[in-house]
């Protein structure tokens, strides 16, 4: 088990993670290098474009949108009852993983951080008209804490790693950096 001041060291404003960081580490260690050395290619991406339309145009009911905390994390949006829920919007069901474990990485760090520890998540996929539920165990902090640990190691390179071809390649925003 580690310290807090390990947990600290992870979070520390020198090492800033978004979720965007752990989101990319799940899907592509390349891409996540580039994003990090700020090569940012998302903002040219036809899909990215989409998804962002998706999310703007997602849920209308509710007026609080996009929740930046710390400027580190962005929440799409929070629904409040009896338990506090963050909600992440995604267009397609594809990057599942990684959607799961940038929602994770939220619910950690408003634990950790923030000591809120009575927080659920739930990534909401309006286009399938389906919600999945998110729920941070001990097993799955300590999942967090190695993928933050990787994420840093990753971003110390001094050049980004080679690529692997994916299947998911072909519609990265980086694509034409790795492969043509």
Known sequence: MESESDIGALLSKEMFFSGTQVNYYVICKTKLWLFSHFVTMEQSSDLVSYGKLVHETSYGGDKKKEIVIDDRIAIDFIRKGDTLVLHEVKKGK??????????????????????????????????????????????????????????????????PPRPSYLRICRKCAYFEFCWV
């Open 94 to 159: 594809r990057l599942e993983r990684a959607h799961r474990y940038q929602l994770l990485y939220y619910l950690f760090y408003l634990a950790e951080l923030k000591g809120m520890e009575d927080v659920e998540g739930e990534i909401d996929y309006p286009l399938l008209r389906k919600k999945e539920k998110v729920e941070l165990t001990d097993a799955l902090k300590e999942e967090i804490k190695t993928i933050l640990k990787g994420i840093q190691e990753v971003v110390a390179l001094p050049e």
